[in-house]
């Protein structure tokens, strides 16, 4: 009988197996995102929401307001969009005690105030090595605060088409005196003048 002839093995390439991971993977979304790692792991990421605030400043306005011309090129789009909506979140932080947030409409003070902690944030990221900068940067950054505490505060309102959200209740603010206790000697010499005034009147 004759022997049949038989092929040599070929090797093949092991076959990763795809396994569900347990651990609990979220993406931005607008629907779930399926993803495999590297170790043949496959899952799907579910969609959370919250993770990323939308900007209330454009790319192009951030560069137009905040961004001098000869360092706009100091920065990645990428890094700048980032802070962009880390400002964004700032800005809801304080005024989400009088109206909805994220805003529906807007004025081009939030635009500014938007691109200024955007670039702030941005160039501090980067680096600042000169005392000037620093200054300068704290003052820019003094000026949006006091901006935000002025719209939380109801002494402002980033847009008059927002009244209609306006909260009725003020948040509370707490004043103190600058210096605590009385002055004695000027107050028992303020007391001793009026007697004398008082008394020669009659």
């Known amino acids: ?8 093995t070929q090797p093949t390439q092991p076959v990763p197996t795809q396994l569900t991971t347990s651990q609990v993977w979220w993406c931005a979304g607008p629907s779930p995102v399926p993803f495999t790692l ?6 799907l990421a579910s969609v959370k929401s919250g993770l990323i605030t939308s900007a209330y400043c454009s790319l192009a306005d951030m560069l137009a307001i905040s961004v001098p011309e000869d ?3 100091d920065y990645s789009s990428r890094s ?14 304080y005024l ?61 309102t980033p847009d008059q088409r927002l009244s209609v959200q306006d909260q009725p209740v003020q948040a509370l603010r707490y004043l103190a005196q600058p210096s605590q206790g009385w002055d004695r000697r ?17």
Not at 1 to 8: G, L, S, Y
Not at 80 to 93: H, P, Q
Not at 101 to 108: F, K, Y
Not at 122 to 130: K, P
């Open 186 to 202: 000027g107050y028992e010499g303020w007391t001793a003048s009026t007697i004398t005034t008082v008394g020669r009147r009659w």
């Open 71 to 73: 360092s706009q090129y």
């Open 38 to 43: 590297a170790s043949g792991v496959s899952g």
């Open 1 to 8: 009988m004759p022997a049949v002839p038989t092929q040599p």
């Open 96 to 156: 989400a005690q009088r109206f909805n947030v994220p805003l529906t409409v807007w004025s081009d003070t939030v635009v500014w105030a938007n691109a200024e902690l955007a670039y702030i944030g941005a160039t501090r990221r980067r680096g600042i090595n000169t005392e000037a900068m620093q200054a300068d940067f704290k003052d820019r950054e003094a000026a949006v605060m006091s901006w935000l505490k002025q719209a939380r505060d109801h002494e402002i």
């Open 80 to 93: 700048l969009d980032t802070w962009l909506r880390v400002g964004a979140a700032r800005i809801n932080e």
